[in-house]
């Protein structure tokens, strides 16, 4: 028990140290309006296909009512409009409305500035192998959640 609450502080602390890296506890990621949460949803809905509801909830783990209250403050601002589906008129396609698609963009464009700062000091070989451990952490990680 001891090795692995070992190995339970080495991750928490490698959470801690990656969470304000890349700041994800400022209110306002990526000096935009957005939580992280509504960045992800925002994302969700300019890179999904036919986007609902639904979709979103399959791509990432929110709670229902959170979501529906994410999109209601999106459609209040005017950064998507829901509208109904050819195929299933139960179902609302979730849309980027133009200025939704602009708040993305930026989002996108700060998210790219912020990960090419963190790594502009490191040499290319340091670069791939950091990839290359994102990829593998990913992969172990997927491997567990299948189990």
């Known amino acids: ?19 304000n890296i890349i700041g994800l506890l400022d209110q306002h990621f990526l000096d935009s309006p957005f939580s992280l949460t509504e960045g992800r949803v925002l994302y969700e809905i ?17 709670d229902e009512g959170y979501l529906s209250r994410i999109l209601d403050s999106f459609a209040k601002r005017g950064l998507i409009r829901k509208t109904p589906s050819s195929t299933d008129g139960r179902l609302r396609i979730i849309v980027p409305t133009e200025k939704g698609k602009r708040e993305f963009s930026n989002l996108n464009n700060n998210s790219n500035k ?23 952490i990913r992969e172990l990680l997927s ?5």
């Open 143 to 147: 491997k567990e959640q299948l189990r």
């Open 1 to 19: 028990m001891k090795h692995d609450q070992e190995l339970i502080d080495r991750i928490r602390s490698f959470n801690r140290f990656y969470t």
């Open 46 to 62: 300019c890179n999904t296909e036919e986007c609902s509801a639904k979709k979103i909830r399959e791509s990432i783990v929110i």
């Open 114 to 136: 912020m990960i090419s700062q963190m790594i502009e000091k490191l040499p290319e070989h340091e670069r791939a192998a950091l990839v290359e451990m994102m990829d593998r």
